[in-house]
């Protein structure tokens, strides 16, 4: 069975530093993978999405990339600000109907 | 984008009612959606899958007289938590997956349900 983890758990970084959020997935035959944020108590807000024929994905601030043969992943975050607070969670596809998520890092940047 | 409503996105009930939570895809057909369950400061775990027209598949531990997924339409699926206890109070999540494997999962904004 899949097994997504994450690391660290939790992070906490002055504002403005870059970061790396890691993920890492047990079992490489995978469709694609997502990150997510979650801010507390509230749904999932997709960030990125890989197709498990590409390396990485950029949006503003946010790259990801996707290493499938180790089975890993990383969100970089650059310049980070306070709202960038949240839960970041990394999900696999591994089948059509099987989304596996990693355990989540909370991350807080300190104005 | 995709987009997943979900609602009501908070609910108190007394223990013994039933509550139902709706999860529609608002842009986009979705075949099969999800429910999960997540409990503070943890990740989401998935309660079932329902695809539309047939019944949904609950994974391993998930009553299914207890959780009643209706999935009749392709926009529409819901979430029926009967005789509802405390110890259901959690966030509940739906999530949607489009007709083509690659575009991913769209999540509504979740339910917060409180039983007291």
């Known amino acids: 069975k899949q097994e997504v983890t994450q690391i660290p758990a939790a992070l906490s970084v002055p504002e403005g530093e870059n970061l790396v959020l890691n993920c890492s997935f047990t079992?490489?035959?995978?469709?694609?993978l997502q990150w997510f944020r979650q801010d507390p108590g509230k749904g999932l807000t997709s960030l990125l999405l890989?197709?498990?024929?590409?390396r990485e994905q950029t949006s503003g601030r946010l790259n990801a990339s996707l290493d499938k043969s180790s089975g890993r992943s990383t969100l970089y975050i650059a310049a980070s600000q306070p709202g960038d607070s949240a839960t970041y969670l990394c999900?696999?596809?591994?089948?059509?109907?099987?989304?596996?998520f990693g355990t989540g890092t909370r991350l807080t940047v300190i104005p | 984008g995709a987009v997943v409503s979900q609602h009501p996105s908070w609910v108190i009930c007394k223990s013994g009612t039933s509550v139902k939570i709706e999860c529609r895809s608002l842009?986009?057909?979705?075949?099969?959606m999800f429910w999960y369950r997540q409990f503070p400061k943890q990740s989401l775990m998935l309660m079932a899958t329902?695809?539309?027209?047939?019944?949904?598949?609950?994974e391993q531990g998930v009553e299914k007289d207890k959780f009643l997924i209706n999935h009749a339409s392709l926009t529409l699926s819901t979430l029926t938590v009967t005789s509802a206890h405390p110890e259901d109070s959690s966030f509940y999540i739906c999530?949607?997956?489009?007709?083509?494997?690659?575009?991913?999962?769209?999540f509504g904004s979740g339910t917060r349900l409180t039983v007291v």
């Open positions: 079992d490489s035959a995978i469709y694609n």
């Open positions: 999900a696999v596809q591994a089948g059509a109907n099987n989304l596996f």
């Open positions: 999530s949607a997956a489009g007709q083509l494997l690659n575009y991913g999962y769209t």
């Open positions: 329902s695809n539309e027209g047939s019944k949904a598949t609950y």
């Open positions: 842009d986009f057909q979705a075949t099969t």
């Open positions: 890989i197709q498990s024929s590409q």
